[in-house]
């Protein structure tokens, strides 16, 4: 079996939070909205009914348990939770927290405007935050 290998594009696109049961867990480097992506941890998967029916359940309740932490972590009014793989064909889950209001409301993130990358220090702050809250034993 081969390494696990995250596509090119996620990699440079995300921060890296940690790893859950099945997905690594990562941070859109996009500070308009906390923007966080599960991918699951499988080579030369793109569609969800590409996965065992096991990683299947476990995609979505680790979907659901990222989108609940990251509603209480923001107070978010609203968690988008979508996988599109237009862009990036490597199987991977966006969970978005919105608010009313935020750039782009009511509208979807992909292409509003340019990207806006965080500061050193509120990245590494928000990334430990989110950990806390997505990964409480660590």
């Not at 859950?20 to 906390?34: F, N, V």
């Not at 988008?80 to 750039?103: F, K, Q, Y």
Request: net charge neutral.
């Amino acid at each position: 079996m081969h390494q696990f290998q995250l596509d090119p594009r996620l990699a440079a696109d995300t921060a890296e939070i940690g790893t859950l049961g099945l997905c690594s867990l990562l941070l859109m480097k996009d500070r308009r909205w906390p923007w966080l992506i599960l991918v699951p941890r499988r080579n030369d998967i793109s569609e969800l009914h590409d996965l065992t029916p096991l990683d299947q359940t476990t995609l979505i309740f680790e979907t659901c348990m990222v989108a609940k932490a990251l509603k209480g972590f923001t107070g978010a009014d609203k968690i988008n939770v979508g996988s599109l793989g237009n862009m990036v064909p490597m199987l991977h889950v966006h969970v978005i927290a919105r608010r009313n209001g935020d750039p782009g409301w009511p509208g979807p993130v992909w292409g509003f405007g340019k990207t806006e990358a965080y500061e050193e220090e509120t990245l590494a702050r928000l990334r430990e935050g989110l950990a806390k809250a997505v990964l409480p034993d660590r």
